[in-house]
């Protein structure tokens, strides 16, 4: 196989004629000079620091690095997402808390004879201030927006003060009005039983070692009534840790009686209760070793032996 050339020139037409063996040759040069350039210039750039060999390990390592980041980027969704819901459920028990604080003072304000136009438990408290758009605000409308949940916190935490201000003056009222006398706490809690461990340092009956009593226990029959020492306002009616079934009641003026360990309540939190009043039952829950009532009297949170306000007698109208 051979190729002729042709070629123009002054003394006529020549021609010249290429044998196959050049033409392989050529053919050669022309496929084997791409790949030494490319050889060749990727030598070079190795040698100038122009790219850089990664090794398969390398990118492996890479590869788990990506796949650690995305599991922890996981995780603090899935955090965020479960603190999120538990604040909200944080939130509504705190709404709850607020219709129950409500639901109290209506009952309260309706069997109590008192006007009840400053004591609206129905309204949110009205706010203002100089930063405001607006010049009143209504907690209800707040927590209905789009707020943020650390707003709304602050919203019913603010609304809880207001309502505690509100039944703070009304137990205030409340016991000037209608207790007088009966507010004079005296006498024992039960009509049957005995005095079956006082206040003060007492060996405890779980673990045989000094321990602290905060008040005074009266043995008796499970089912046996438990009655109020002085009239007030129920504040606690439920399980405590260490009382079992717990009864409180504010007589005003910072004074507070507690019964523990009962088997059934005969009061709700928010009644308002008499001198005398059957409020429970006789009972062994909690941590108790037998039927009986354990009694505390506070004063402004702090306890005290409630054996001399069992001795002394009661007030007379």
Do not use: C
Not at 11 to 27: A, E, I, Q, T
């Amino acid at each position: 196989m051979s190729i002729t050339i042709l070629k123009r020139s002054s003394h006529g037409m020549r021609s010249v004629k290429l044998r196959s063996r050049y033409l392989y040759s050529f053919g050669i040069f022309l496929v084997v000079l791409p790949l030494l350039s490319a050889y060749w210039g990727y030598g070079y750039a190795l040698s100038s620091k122009k790219i850089t060999v990664v090794k398969s390990e390398t990118i492996t390592q890479w590869q788990q690095i990506l796949k650690n980041q995305k599991s922890e980027i996981d995780n603090a969704k899935l955090a965020s997402t479960q603190k999120l819901n538990a604040m909200t459920a944080r939130l509504a028990m705190l709404q709850a808390h607020v219709r129950r604080l409500d639901a109290a003072g209506e009952r309260i304000l309706s069997i109590s004879g008192i006007d009840a136009k400053e004591f609206n438990f129905k309204q949110s408290p009205a706010l203002g201030g100089p930063n405001s758009q607006d010049s009143k605000i209504s907690i209800a409308d707040n927590l209905q927006s789009k707020v943020s949940i650390n707003d709304a916190f602050a919203n019913v935490e603010l609304l809880l003060e207001s309502r505690d201000q509100q039944m703070m003056v009304l137990e205030s009222l409340l016991m000037d009005k209608h207790m007088g006398v009966e507010r004079f706490i005296s006498g024992r809690p039960t009509k049957a039983g005995w005095l079956s461990s006082f206040y003060g340092k007492r060996i405890d009956p779980f673990n045989g070692k000094p321990a602290w009593h905060a008040g005074i226990d009266f043995a008796g029959t499970e089912g046996d009534f438990v009655y109020s020492t002085a009239a007030g306002v129920v504040t606690w009616v439920g399980d405590r840790s260490g009382y079992g079934l717990l009864i409180e009641i504010s007589h005003g003026d910072g004074l507070v009686t507690r019964y523990g360990h009962n088997k059934s309540a005969q009061v709700s939190a928010g009644d308002v209760v008499s001198k005398g009043q059957a409020i429970s039952t006789m009972g062994n829950s909690g941590r108790s070793t037998g039927a009986h009532v354990h009694y505390e009297i506070l004063i402004n949170g702090r306890a005290k032996d409630p054996l001399k306000y069992v001795n002394r007698k009661a007030k007379k109208s």
